[in-house]
């Protein structure tokens, strides 16, 4: 996330990083010291009460880490996650049923909260999706020696599953309906699944009827916004 957050924002000044795992903190401390120019704090704690000492920050991430908490442990997570939040908190989870499960209980309790949800959903109405078909996202991720050696895999890369909320202090500036399933393309269309603004969810299909609007159809992948 550190390393995602630096490709977007250059300029990024500070970041203060959480990790319980003495090994995980030392090999990241290796690797940002060589590519990231921010001031980096690296800190050991448990997210889930070691948190109280934090200043909030414009931008707050919390990926792959709901997973390992016990349920009960979680609204309170969130709540201090949400309080130390200035801006923008982005929640990271893998792309499973459970995973999504877990984003739609943070999703409710950040608008309970008065947060404006800015991704994936373009509103904040109930998720119209229902099991068992659920929301999330995939991006292809290239495997390294090392990587493909772990996992006994020969294939170069994988797929990575993934589902996530962002949630802001202040509006989004724009709403717009998000590609939420594989495009199917065709001769002559294109069939989307996309939630739409007003909160419903279903296929489009885009023909030659619809001129410049197929063509940006066509160029539109899993996860992006029309």
């Known amino acids: 996330m550190l390393w995602a957050t630096a490709d977007l924002w250059p300029d990024l000044e500070e970041a203060v990083l959480i990790e319980a795992s003495a090994a995980v903190r030392r090999v990241g401390e290796a690797l940002a010291t060589e590519a990231i120019t921010a001031r980096i704090a690296w800190l050991a704690g448990d997210v889930t009460i070691d948190l109280g000492e934090l200043k909030p920050a414009d931008l707050i991430t919390c990926a792959y880490v709901l997973d390992e908490i016990a349920p009960a442990s979680l609204p309170k997570l969130v709540d201090r996650l949400w309080q130390l939040t200035a801006d923008t908190l982005l929640v990271v989870e893998p792309g499973t049923p459970a995973g999504w499960r877990r984003i739609l209980a943070v999703r409710r309790q950040l608008i309970e909260a008065g947060a404006h949800i800015l991704a994936p959903c373009p509103h904040e109405a109930p998720c119209p999706l229902a ?19 772990a996992k006994d895999a020969d ?46 969810a279903g296929e489009k299909l885009f023909t030659k009827r619809d ?16």
């Open 131 to 149: 099991a068992p078909d659920w929301c999330h996202f995939s991006h292809r991720v290239a495997r390294s020696r090392l990587h493909r050696l």
């Open 155 to 200: 294939v170069p890369w994988e797929d990575e599953k993934f589902i996530y909320v962002a949630a802001s202090r202040h509006p989004a500036s724009s709403r717009a309906a998000r590609v939420i399933a594989p495009p199917k393309s065709g001769s002559g269309k294109v069939l989307l699944k996309l939630c739409q603004k007003d909160g419903s």
């Open 211 to 226: 001129g410049e609007m197929l063509k940006l159809a066509r160029r539109l992948d899993w996860g992006d916004s029309i």
